[in-house]
């Protein structure tokens, strides 16, 4: 069964370095119809739709590390990816570092996010 869990930890982690660099069209295609997203202030909950409205002409990251990574498989269906992230926007030579929890949903036989949440760490 562990063989499984390394797999599914995998597979849910390339998913995340797509949503950190991905474009609007991945979020599209990966998100729930009800998918939402919590971030510190100022930008706070948002939902799908203000998700991807975002994603429109901002910078995407260039660049992110993963460390420190735990999978909880929830049932069959559903399972929790958390982690500290250390990413990087392109041309910027600071880096951000959060701690981040992702829920993600089998849905039609594919994995999407249904919930992601970020906590700022310290800058490197």
């Known amino acids: 069964m562990r063989g499984v ?4 930890e995998k597979q849910l ?3 995340e370095e797509q949503f950190w660099k991905g474009n609007v069209d991945f979020y599209r295609h990966n998100l729930t119809e009800d998918a939402l997203m919590v971030f510190q202030e100022p930008v706070g909950i948002l939902a799908r739709d203000t998700i991807v ?12 590390r993963f460390r420190d ?10 399972a929790v990816v958390t982690y ?3 990413a990087r926007r392109g041309g910027e030579p600071s880096r951000y570092s ?3 929890s ?3 949903v089998k ?14 760490g310290s800058e490197d």
Do not use: I
């Open 69 to 78: 990574v735990h999978l909880l498989r929830l049932t069959d269906k559903a």
């Open 102 to 104: 992702s829920v993600y």
């Open 107 to 120: 849905r039609d036989g594919s994995w999407v996010l249904a919930f992601h949440q970020q906590t700022p």
């Open 13 to 15: 982690l390339r998913l």
């Open 5 to 8: 869990e390394v797999d599914l």
């Open 98 to 100: 959060a701690f981040a």
């Open 53 to 64: 409205e975002s994603l429109a002409g901002s910078q995407r990251w260039a660049e992110v």
């Open 84 to 86: 500290e992230a250390s």
